[in-house]
Structure formats: C-alpha cells, structure tokens
C-alpha cells in the first residue's frame, strides 16, 4: 500500500510564502514524475510544477518565477516552496506521484488528500 501525504497548507497573506512537503511511503521501488497539481473553488484541477527523478521541472506559466518545485530521493519527497502568493493561487494543492513496485512493474499514478491553500488579507 503506497501513501502521499502532504503538509504546510494553511492561510497567508498576498505576498507572503508557503512550503508544502508530500511524503511518499509503502512498497516503493521507484518513483519517476512527481507534481503538484491544484484545484481552485469551482474549477477544475490544473497543474502547478513537476519535477522527474533526474530533477528536470516544468511549471505553469501562472506560476513561473513564484514557485519553486524540489525533490529528495532518498526521503521519497516533494516540495513546493511559493513565493509572492496571490489571491488567485488559492486551492486545494494535491501532489501526485508516478510509482513502480518492482523493477518490472509498471508505473502507477498515486495522489495526496489535498491540502487548503488560501491566500487573502
């Protein structure tokens, strides 16, 4: 059984930070792609930022230059430091993982619960 559990949501001010962090635990051999993904009140879940395991990104340009995606391999971690928060990046922010079991398993696309994001004065 394979969990993602995230951490360090919460309420700030427009321009201040937050860090989220999503743990990986279980049966894991791998993990390749690991992301953050949001989903703002009333609309559809988007992404945020990925990172693969060789620690390439990509982010959203709503988000480029703000927000910092990171990983540690060894603690089976992702990280989402935000920077100069706007009222708009409030969301519930989900990370997500892409896992293999073995070293023949396919990979298998796991998700977080979610954490609150809100960004207002």
């Known amino acids: 059984q394979v969990q993602l559990v995230e951490s360090g949501g919460g309420l700030v001010q427009p321009g201040g930070s937050l860090t989220l962090s999503c743990a990986a635990s279980?049966?894991?051999?791998?993990?390749?792609?690991m992301g953050w993904y949001r989903q703002p009140p009333g609309k559809q879940r988007e992404l945020v930022a990925t990172?693969?395991?060789?620690?390439?990104?990509m982010y959203a340009d709503s988000v480029k230059g703000r927000f910092t995606i990171s990983r540690d391999n060894v603690k089976n971690t992702v990280y989402l430091q935000m920077n100069s928060l706007k009222p708009e990046d409030t969301a519930v922010y989900y990370c997500?993982?892409?896992?293999?079991?073995?070293?023949?398993?396919?990979?298998?696309?796991?998700w977080g619960q979610g954490t609150q994001v809100t960004v207002s004065s």
């Open positions: 279980g049966s894991i051999f791998s993990i390749n792609d």
């Open positions: 990172i693969t395991s060789s620690f390439s990104t």
């Open positions: 997500n993982g892409r896992i293999r079991f073995s070293i023949r398993s396919p990979e298998y696309s796991y």
